[in-house]
């Protein structure tokens, strides 16, 4: 956590000094828009249509600010340049499926035992085709199945295993608590969070799927490195005013032995290096780079704007 006393107002000045570099060399300028509340009503009609209904039981997680409401938010400030709604609502539920399952392992969590093995037992039941007790992995598993009704198939296929390998990094966290693993080669660091930002799926929605794969696939591996450092940097504040140490950067910290802000400082960079090269890789297509820079604005904007993240007791967001 944050150091007491006389140190934390140095240490947050030496983060707020790596945030503010970081939106710099980014060239952020996206201002603050309201939550999207008509968005959200389509959201819940398509969920229920699905048969999520807040009659089910977990209900008002989904629904709540934690699950929907922040999906909607992900889904219309980081890809309002997504013209095709279809594509936007599916975003939108498969970031809520995602974030009701990892809500497993919420410190606050108040789910029983056979909730937590509908969690452990999601990736089996959808590769065998078999029914999901919980209505709101049904829907998950739903909304990845849908996406080759939308999307090319290895667009597809790297979505769908995105899902699955963020499944795998929910388990992996529980594990992790129980077995007491302890974070000691940086590269497992990177592994983890390679599983649990599910960034694969998120770079491929960058794209719409009538823009051939061609234009915009040597981009992608710095694009998940964008998802992932983005919101490692972003996120650090809240983490460690929260007490969360199973993330990027403390468990990269730890194997190195090195400070956490020092990481930071070191992800920003990487952060910043991939955004200029992926602009550089896409240059050749003015459609592809504009698709670009709105997602990249946007993902920094639902960062940068939203409580969750506290950034406005910086000085950044909205005061």
Same mark, same amino acid.
């Given at each position: 956590?944050?150091?007491?006393?006389?140190?934390?107002?140095?240490?947050?000045?030496?983060?707020?000094?790596?945030?503010?570099?970081?939106?710099?060399?980014?060239?952020?300028?996206?201002?603050?828009?309201?939550?999207?509340?008509?968005?959200?009503?389509?959201?819940?009609?398509?969920?229920?249509? $699905?048969? %999520?209904?807040? &009659?089910?039981?977990? @209900?008002?997680?989904? +629904?709540?600010? /934690?699950? =929907?409401?922040?999906?909607? *938010?992900?889904?219309?400030?980081?890809?309002?340049?997504?013209?095709?709604?279809?594509?936007?609502?599916?975003?939108?539920?498969?970031?809520?499926?995602?974030?009701?399952?990892?809500?497993?392992?919420?410190?606050?969590?108040?789910?029983?035992?056979?909730?937590?093995?509908?969690?452990?037992?999601?990736?089996?039941?959808?590769?065998?085709?078999?029914?999901?007790?919980?209505?709101?992995?049904?829907?998950?598993?739903?909304?990845?199945?849908?996406?080759?009704?939308?999307?090319? $198939?290895? %667009?597809?296929? &790297?979505?769908?295993? @995105?899902?699955?390998? +963020?499944?795998? /990094?929910? =388990?992996?966290?529980?594990? *992790?608590?129980?077995?007491?693993?302890?974070?000691?080669?940086?590269?497992?660091?990177?592994?983890?969070?390679?599983?649990?930002?599910?960034?694969?799926?998120?770079?491929?929605?960058?794209?719409?799927?009538?823009?051939?794969?061609?234009?915009?696939?040597q981009a992608v591996p710095d694009i998940i490195k964008i998802n992932n450092y983005a919101n490692d940097v972003l996120s650090f504040y809240k983490e460690e005013t929260t007490g969360d140490d199973l993330n990027c950067i403390s468990l990269i910290a730890t194997s190195k032995n090195v400070s956490k802000l020092e990481v930071l400082g070191i992800l920003?960079?990487?952060?910043?290096?991939?955004?200029?090269?992926?602009?550089?890789?896409?240059?050749?297509?003015?459609?592809?780079?504009?698709?670009?820079?709105?997602?990249?604005?946007?993902?920094?904007?639902?960062?940068?704007?939203?409580?969750?993240?506290?950034?406005?007791?910086?000085?950044?967001?909205?005061?």
């Amino acid at each position: 956590m944050l150091p007491a006393s006389s140190s934390t107002k140095a240490t947050q000045t030496g983060l707020l000094e790596v945030l503010q570099s970081f939106l710099t060399r980014c060239s952020f300028k996206v201002p603050y828009r309201p939550f999207d509340t008509a968005f959200y009503e389509l959201a819940v009609q398509e969920s229920e249509r $699905r048969g %999520a209904t807040a &009659g089910c039981k977990g @209900a008002d997680r989904y +629904f709540g600010s /934690s699950c =929907l409401k922040a999906a909607v *938010s992900i889904t219309t400030i980081s890809y309002e340049h997504v013209e095709d709604k279809s594509i936007q609502m599916l975003v939108c539920l498969f970031t809520a499926g995602a974030i009701y399952l990892d809500d497993a392992n919420a410190a606050d969590s108040n789910l029983g035992p056979e909730d937590r093995r509908n969690v452990e037992k999601f990736s089996e039941r959808f590769v065998a085709g078999e029914v999901q007790p919980d209505p709101f992995h049904a829907l998950f598993a739903g909304v990845l199945r849908d996406m080759y009704k939308h999307f090319g $198939r290895i %667009a597809a296929n &790297g979505i769908i295993s @995105a899902g699955l390998n +963020f499944c795998n /990094s929910v =388990l992996l966290e529980t594990s *992790s608590k129980e077995l007491n693993i302890v974070a000691t080669e940086s590269d497992y660091a990177l592994y983890y969070r390679n599983m649990s930002g599910a960034s694969e799926a998120y770079s491929f929605f960058v794209f719409p799927p009538t823009m051939p794969i061609s234009m915009y696939i040597q981009a992608v591996p710095d694009i998940i490195k964008i998802n992932n450092y983005a919101n490692d940097v972003l996120s650090f504040y809240k983490e460690e005013t929260t007490g969360d140490d199973l993330n990027c950067i403390s468990l990269i910290a730890t194997s190195k032995n090195v400070s956490k802000l020092e990481v930071l400082g070191i992800l920003a960079d990487e952060c910043v290096a991939a955004h200029q090269n992926a602009v550089k890789t896409l240059a050749p297509s003015k459609e592809a780079l504009e698709m670009y820079h709105n997602w990249m604005q946007g993902y920094l904007a639902y960062h940068i704007y939203a409580e969750r993240y506290r950034l406005n007791e910086l000085g950044l967001g909205i005061n």
